[in-house]
Nanobody, 120 residues
């Protein structure tokens, strides 16, 4: 029932930071897992980070640890992805997905994505 809506993407210079937001539309993230993926043309969507909304416990792709941080804002029913020290190879469309525990990510509720472009 819940529909993720991403925002916060844009143009940034290498070394800069962006803070993406994934808001819950038409419901809440309660009892959901929420995750961020990214995709470049011709590539599969790559998992970046996820969070168990109820527990607040984050988990990351190994390559994302350190630069990216996922967090929840209970009051705003929003999941954030803080991205620091951005590199040109981080350029991609970033997607947020919400799914029930035990459900395959492909069957989850996906947002439309937000473009992140990092210039060198």
């Amino acid at each position: 029932q819940v529909q993720p809506v991403e925002s916060g993407g844009g143009l940034v210079q290498a070394g800069g930071s962006l803070r993406l937001a994934c808001a819950a539309s038409g419901g809440s993230f309660s009892n959901y897992l929420v995750a961020w993926f990214r995709q470049t043309p011709g590539q599969e969507r790559k998992f970046l980070a996820g969070i168990n909304w109820n527990l607040g416990s984050p988990y990351y792709a190994e390559s994302m640890k350190g630069r990216f941080t996922i967090s929840r804002d209970n009051a705003k029913n929003t999941v954030h992805l803080q991205m620091n020290s951005l590199k040109p190879e981080d350029t991609a469309v970033y997607y947020c997905v919400a799914n029930r525990p035990g459900t395959d990510w492909l069957r989850g509720s996906w947002g439309q994505g937000t473009q992140v472009t990092v210039s060198s």
